[in-house]
């Protein structure tokens, strides 16, 4: 009997293996539009490299069925039009998103066109230069970023590594963090990142999550006239719509946070796909928990929310309801044993209590005519940022520096995308109405202050491109306007601000690009609501901030999946705000926990960044991808003196990048990330300054450039295992941050001289405290689709 027993579990367990590893099949979905976003009716569509594939139907619709899950390249063409590849989609056997294409006509005869992935790799007409679009299975699959859209912008080319590579600040070829403007779906996003710098933008963690990602683009160098304030970059989400016709979702589980993501159709018929979509997600952290096991003072504390609603009015109108918050609290603990290093972390740790909510709806109308589109935006964003240091943080008493600030924007963004034969004519105008409030205290610089500003912003652009010589010659005029009713400019035509921009095929697989361009960014809130003790708005004289783009490059195309590209940038700065307590430009602020911007400025500073970039980008190909960058550049700013132009601290010189990965079978898949920055000036402390003020740590900036850090090296890895079953998917990745177990450079840092209890010795002294030794930091990730 106990024999039968066994032969009939073991019989048992042989169906439940067969049950779950038998081969499923699953399908891959999506539309195939025009620009204008017409259905492309008969388009074809397949998977590269199998003999899968679809056509599209009346209403552009395809599905390509009995698709065994794995990676693939999904490739769509159609007669006149430029067919288009969407590299390394991952189809699963639950939760893989719809593929949405949108064709770009081309201007040859229809008789001379040949269907082909001639020039995949390719960037906007109107910004051919220094942009980089990442799919969301990139970003994914990015090692070390814990699913940080942010993070990963983070290792594209140009950009550097926050000091002590833990902050998401976005240091764009010598640029400061705030010099990037950031938008979701055509909706200005000002904070993208949990306890984010005011002023500035970085943090340690952002918040857009990646299961809403379609695509993210940056550019560094060169940006469309429809973007107001970006000085060096602009960082382009766009959303995918959710599941139109089943509801589904995933639960994502990694190191620090959980985060649950739903989708699917509302109000569907029977046998149809819905016209009305909703994504939605919440995500929490419990790096709290982690950090008090294991001793650390720090308890950042963390939730967000993100969703999105699409809804077609009809054929030609798309309503869209977007919104994204956090909410944000990072406190100290003191830890159970002395430790210096620990204890000097606490006594100088802010307390930080944070909100952020940006809502927006979107209306998408396109014409009858078949000769363009609107898109119109009305967003409002709000941060509430409760910005606390204390003498004894303990006890939370003895506030020295508290910010209690509350900022409002309400924006009404309209944009005109109109094509008269092969021109194509983008215009719009965008208007605010923003609202600041503050009250600061501020013992170290004797100042204290409430403040309460509210004023209109608008602004108005244009923009032509067309393609000459059978399209061999791509030429972008453009230009935009900013004024507000606040600071003291005369006119909209004081912010005039042209660009330019070329890219010509001299040669089969060969592309000279070249652009020209200026561009304006108003002053923080932090600075134009900044008030003396005598109530006195002193900086609202503050000119806008202006810089000036010249770049040329040269690129060519090994394949259709691989190219490399060498540019030369130079960027020139002028009126940029120059801080009067510590004459010093603010470029060399803002990628702390501080408070950027609330003091008193003049906007007299110069600046200039320059210097050259490879790329070389391999998109999937033989089971390979990667992509590999360097760049050299210099970083110079100046004070009160205009003529002595000093490094900044973002000027590590040398900047090198990796990401790649390989693909086996089975849905096994190894990627690797490698960071390179040279050595980065830092600015001193004043030791005499600081004791007198500790805990406040106070930097001697007359010493800016005379002392930098070590290289900041860091390769991180990471292996994902994919199962496909019948009613769901299930991903397991391993991180390895750190690998090589390199000591991450970081300034100095100072505590009080204490005895082995953590009592102080008397008289008072500051000790240096020994920087910790580069860790391996191993992680585990589950994600599951359903």
Aim: proline content about 5%; overall charge negative.
């Amino acid at each position: 009997m106990q024999i039968r027993s066994k032969n009939i579990l073991t019989v048992l367990l042989m169906l439940l293996g067969s049950a779950l590893y038998a081969q499923v099949t699953t399908s891959v979905f999506g539309r195939v539009e025009d620009e204008l976003g017409e259905p492309l009716i008969g388009a074809s569509v397949f998977l590269e490299g199998t003999l899968l594939g679809a056509q599209t139907d009346f209403e552009g619709r395809y599905e390509i069925v009995d698709v065994p899950p794995g990676s693939y390249n999904l490739v769509a063409s159609y007669l006149g039009f430029k067919s288009q590849t969407k590299f390394n989609i991952i189809i699963r056997s639950k939760g893989t998103p719809a593929y949405t294409f949108i064709l770009e006509a081309t201007s040859e005869q229809l008789e001379e066109v040949v269907v082909s992935n001639e020039n995949v790799i390719s960037r906007p007409r109107e910004t051919p230069l220094s942009t980089q679009t990442l799919s969301a299975v990139e970003i994914a699959t990015y090692p070390g970023s814990n699913n940080d859209v942010v993070q990963v912008a983070q290792t594209l080319p140009g950009v550097s590594p926050s000091i002590g590579g833990f902050r998401n600040d976005l240091i764009i070829r010598g640029g400061a963090p705030n010099e990037t403007v950031y938008y979701l779906d055509g909706m200005e996003i000002p904070n993208i990142n949990h306890f984010s710098t005011q002023g500035s933008a970085g943090g340690p963690v952002g918040m857009i999550n990646v299961s809403f990602i379609e695509n993210v683009t940056l550019s560094t160098s060169a940006f469309n006239a429809r973007y107001d304030n970006p000085l060096s970059g602009a960082l382009q989400f766009q959303q995918r719509r959710g599941n139109s016709r089943n509801f589904a979702g995933n639960f994502r589980v990694s190191a620090s946070e959980a985060a649950l993501t739903l989708e699917g159709p509302l109000f569907k018929k029977d046998g149809e796909t819905s016209k009305t979509t909703f994504l939605a997600s919440v995500r929490r952290s419990y790096l709290q928990f982690l950090f008090q096991v294991i001793g650390l003072p720090f308890r950042p504390d963390y939730w967000d929310y993100q969703f999105k609603v699409d809804h077609e009015l009809d054929e030609y109108n798309t309503i869209t309801l977007m919104g994204l918050g956090s909410i944000d609290d990072f406190t100290a603990s003191p830890p159970d044993e002395f430790d210096p290093e620990q204890q000097a972390q606490l006594e100088q740790a802010p307390f930080i209590e944070q909100r952020t909510n940006t809502i927006g709806v979107s209306w998408r109308n396109r014409f009858k005519s078949g000769k363009g589109y609107m898109l119109t935006t009305l967003s409002n964003n709000t941060l509430v940022n409760n910005f606390t240091r204390y003498e004894n943080p303990v006890d939370e008493t003895g506030v020295l520096f508290n910010n209690d600030a509350t900022e409002s924007e309400t924006k009404l963004r309209y944009e005109l995308t109109q094509f008269f034969g092969e021109w194509k004519v983008s215009s719009g105008a965008n208007v605010q109405y923003s609202d600041y409030s503050n009250a600061t205290i501020d013992i170290v610089n004797n100042a204290a202050f409430i403040t309460e500003i509210d004023f209109a912003k608008y602004g108005l652009f244009a923009n032509l491109t067309r393609s000459f010589l059978d399209e061999t010659l791509d030429l972008s005029f453009g230009f935009r306007m900013d004024d507000d009713t606040f600071t003291t400019r005369e006119s909209l035509l004081s912010t005039f601000s042209p660009r330019v921009s070329a890219s010509y095929e001299f040669s089969q697989d060969w592309r000279v690009n070249a652009s020209m361009g200026r561009y304006y960014k108003i002053p923080p809130y932090t600075i134009l609501g900044f008030r003396n003790n005598e109530g006195a708005l002193i900086n609202q004289d503050a000119d806008y901030t202006r810089s000036d783009h010249f770049v040329l490059g040269l690129q060519h195309y090994f394949s259709p999946a691989s190219s490399i590209s060498l540019e030369g940038f130079y960027k020139r700065y002028s009126d940029y705000p120059v801080s009067v307590r510590d004459r010093v430009s603010l470029a060399n602020k803002g990628g702390g926990f501080e408070v950027l911007g609330s003091e008193p400025i003049e906007t007299i500073g110069k600046g200039r960044s320059y210097g050259a970039e490879l790329l070389f980008q391999q998109k999937l190909s033989n089971n390979f991808y990667g992509i590999f960058s360097y760049t050299w550049f210099y970083s110079e700013f100046t004070g009160f003196d205009a003529e002595r132009y000093l490094p900044s601290v973002w000027d590590s010189r040398h900047l090198i990048s990796f990401v790649g990965g390989y693909k086996f079978g089975r849905n096994w898949e190894f990627s690797a990330r490698y960071r390179f920055a040279g050595r980065t000036p830092f600015v001193p402390a004043d030791l005499e300054a600081t004791l007198e003020n500790y805990p406040e740590v106070i930097l001697d900036y007359s010493r800016l450039g005379e002392e930098k850090l070590d290289i900041f090296s860091q390769l991180d890895v990471r292996l994902d295992k994919k199962w496909n079953f019948r009613n769901f998917a299930f991903d397991v990745f391993i991180e390895f941050q750190n690998v090589l177990s390199q000591d991450i450079p970081s300034p100095p840092e100072y505590g009080l001289n204490r005895d082995i209890t953590g009592a102080i010795i008397e008289p008072r002294s500051l000790v240096e405290i020994p920087p910790g030794e580069g860790q391996f930091i191993p992680s585990l990730g589950i994600v599951i689709d359903f």
